[in-house]
């Protein structure tokens, strides 16, 4: 099955591509074989709280719906470079930052939206991936969540 057909099952669609506010910064880089997608905010989405501090503002179920709505932004970066997300072989390493509440210590509960999104739609062998997940004291315009990563594109 197709990976936009998976995103469909989970009543899920692809945003827009992130506009990027400098020309200077783009969704992603192609290199060889890998994709290097920059830091993505999350898409604002119907019931995705793009900002604010996670358990200060965000509780920790909406922040892994908002690290979620980031995967989806990184997806269509991936496809407008790309043309297709069939063309990703496998997800390679996941960079998540959480603009986290003091005191905060579930960072890797947050990304697991992400994450959790990646291995549905790529698949038990290509979706898991190497990750990071950090909390941060601040992020850009006050976003939750912001996630990058790095991508294998087949031939």
Do not use: W
């Amino acid at each position: 099955m197709a990976v936009e057909e998976r995103l469909k099952t989970l009543g899920l669609a692809l945003p827009p591509p992130h506009a990027f506010p400098n020309p200077n910064r783009i969704g992603c880089v192609r290199t060889g074989d890998l994709v290097f997608v920059s830091g993505h905010p999350p898409a604002a989405l119907a019931g995705v709280k793009v900002d604010g501090k996670v358990t200060g503002d965000l509780s920790l179920e909406e922040a892994q719906i908002t690290a979620r709505a980031c995967a989806l932004n990184m997806l269509a970066s991936i496809k407008a470079a790309l043309g297709s997300l069939d063309k990703v072989a496998r997800v390679v390493k996941i960079n998540g930052m959480v603009n986290s509440s003091p005191g905060f210590i579930h960072q890797y509960a947050v990304i697991d939206g992400a994450s959790d999104l990646f291995v549905h739609l790529f698949g038990p062998v290509n979706g898991p991936h190497a990750r990071s997940a950090v909390g941060m004291f601040e992020l850009p315009r006050n976003i939750a969540v912001e996630v990058e990563g790095v991508f294998e594109v087949a031939g």
